[in-house]
């Protein structure tokens, strides 16, 4: 998708060339600052009927009389806030999207805010929310929409900002698509050795460095808890390490974590039958970090980011890890397996260890890691834990900034009490009360040399019944939080 700013000129939204011209209204009322054609239409649908100044409602015109724009389509977003905005485009663009619309022309009237940057970004995720479609492995899906350019037209002093929003925007459109893209793949085509290939290709693409582990050099490693989920599956496992480097070697990364199971079964301790095809989704950790690489190298912020992904199935067969079992990780720690299913921070924890030899500025692990969560949190908020308040306000700006919304939970020492064993330093679950706590207090063990969050996105990495599939959250969040460290 082709994003840019287009200055109103002296003919006013009425001589905009486009396909479509899609204009959004604020306020309650036609706005003063309407030029005459468009300000007479909307006011005479108002009049009929056919158009109120509540949140989203439309109204469309074919070959508008006095406009230079084939079609034009009015969206009502009377609340005024960015997040309204991108609320009444998304209404806009689902009613254009089956038009021939190639060109589209989007403005915005009636608002009290300039057009800045944060409203520019809402457009490019509107844009490619609307026109994305997965298709990999449906023949029978219709044809990608015609939509290729997007014009954001604006007054000439809000040019500067609103094309930076435009640039930052697309780059974290496409890190989402990438992201949505792995995670819809079925299990049998997204393997961990399918994100270790896409890695390399976005290495190639952007000049990112990448090495992909494999067993072998795994065991090297010493990721024994990894390995130890890994080995119920003939599936290979695969540590994928990214690095972007956009300042001095010697500057401290941020390194950003992604919990890659590819399908988790829940191994011996089997998950029940229904919606278990949605654990195909339990890499979207993974997805969302190759995402936030991708906009990061083509931004290319004067700051170092190292991308790690933990790749593996989560499966029960004869060499499958059992309840019981005591493992060895990477940290020297041992943990008591009480339940396999809870696999993630078994693979989590030995990439956190791992991380110590970047000697990072901060980690931030990513993970679609319990159902406690979703309970908690619902689709709405991803779940936030870190013990740095600096660190949690940073993450959470970053949140608000690119309306990727996530909320800060407890994680007092209180509630390590849980994971106590009788024959391990720790056991891998605590009680079924504050699940999503317990998870993270267990990953908290493993992170004492550097400043650590925890993204648990189980509620929003993916959305369920009939419009089932990946969202590339938490991409706008993290690559946000990447570009405001680095200044
Ligand atoms: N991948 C799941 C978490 C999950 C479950 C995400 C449902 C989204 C929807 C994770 O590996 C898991 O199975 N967690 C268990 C932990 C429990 C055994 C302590 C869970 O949440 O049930
Ligand atoms: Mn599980
Ligand atoms: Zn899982």
Redesign the pocket.
Known sequence: MDFEFKPLGSGGLAAVAADALLVVVGGKAVPASLDKPLAALLSDAAMQGDFEFKANRCLYVHRPAGVTAQRLAFVAAPEGSVKAFKAALSAGLAALKALGVAQLAVARVGFDAALDDAAARALTAAVGDAVYLYRHTKPSAPAAPKLARVALVGEKKEAASASRGLRRGAAVAAGVELARECGNRPGNHATPSFLASEAKKLGKQFSLDVDVHDRKAIEKIGMGSFLAVAQGSDEPPRFIVLRYQGAAATKAPIVLVGKG?TF?S?GI?L?PGAEMD??K??MGGAASVLGTMRAIAELKPRINVVGLIVACE?LPSGRALKPGDVIQSMSGQTIEVL?T????RLILCDALTYAERLKPAAVVDIA???????IALGHHHSGLFTADDKLAEQLLAASRSALDPAWRMPLDEEYDEGLKSNFADMAN??GRAG?AIT?AMFLKRFTAKYPWAHLDI??TAWKSGTVKGATGRPVPLLTEFVLSRAG
């Open positions: 199971i988790d829940g301790s998950k949605e654990m989704f339990d989560n339940n299913d809870a696999e993630g679609t890691l319990t159902g406690a969560c979703v679950i605590g699940g998870a189980a509620g």
